[in-house]
């Protein structure tokens, strides 16, 4: 019985331990510490066959240099995720400081399955055919599809360089610099309500659904502010 007692309560202080130690994991994870990670903001193009079309991204990245690799995550909630899946080919177009809110709105608020992004944009088209912004950008890269990896909400392109080409010197645009310097602050308003901080959408209710989706730029309720 004294063996039984002795067993039970060192299994009980076993569990213990387990829990607490996930507690301590979960309390160390600050995910604020996200926030720090520096992004560029790119417009990457591709077409579906029948119209050129393009999209806001601000996860690229080159992976290795031998080869030439680079990383494009795309949400699959994004028209653009489909067609370059379907296609294999897209074109990565870096954004300058000199972008105007309207470009983001163009290529970031709407979805290209329902209007031609292009159809009031300058372009040219690269070797793959593929459309390049003639304005606010410094540089260009046609990527080739590898290999795709299913990240859930997102998919990532591992991609090899086919083209690529510097068109100019001005600074690229960065997250934080679009943030403080490109998108409209919120006006203060007395409805209640939610203010989407990526894109300034506004949400009118007393309280945002956990899974509420940003309608015009796709991200999720950890992206709104409540109005003050």
């Not at 119209?51 to 991204?57: A, D, M, P, T, Y």
């Not at 494009?72 to 995720?81: D, E, Q, W």
């Not at 370059?84 to 177009?93: A, E, F, L, P, S």
């Amino acid at each position: 019985m004294l063996s039984k007692i002795l067993k039970y309560s060192c299994m009980k202080t076993y569990f213990q331990c387990i829990l607490k130690s996930k507690e301590n994991q979960i309390m160390a994870i600050d995910i604020t510490a996200l926030f720090k990670i520096s992004y560029g903001l790119y417009v990457v193009t591709s077409n579906d066959g029948t119209r050129h079309n393009g999209l806001i991204v601000n996860t690229v990245t080159q992976t290795t240099n031998t080869p030439n690799r680079v990383a494009v995550a795309i949400n699959k909630a994004n028209y653009s995720h489909d067609v370059i899946k379907n296609t294999g080919i897209m074109n990565v177009c870096c954004l300058t400081t000199e972008a105007p809110f309207s470009v983001f709105q163009n290529f970031g608020f709407r979805s290209g399955k329902d209007c031609d992004k292009f159809a009031d944009t300058p372009f040219w088209t690269s070797e793959n055919g593929l459309a390049v912004p003639s304005q606010y950008i410094n540089s260009f890269m046609s990527l080739k599809v590898e290999s795709y990896v299913d990240m859930d909400t997102h998919g990532m392109f591992i991609c090899t360089l086919t083209e690529a080409s510097v068109i100019n010197n001005i600074p690229s645009m960065t997250y934080s610099y679009y943030f403080d310097n490109v998108k409209p602050q919120p006006q203060p308003q007395k409805k209640k309500g939610f203010v989407c901080k990526i894109c300034g959408y506004v949400y009118e209710g007393e309280t945002l659904p956990e899974d509420f989706i940003c309608p015009l730029c796709k991200h999720g309720a950890e992206d709104f502010e409540e109005i003050k």
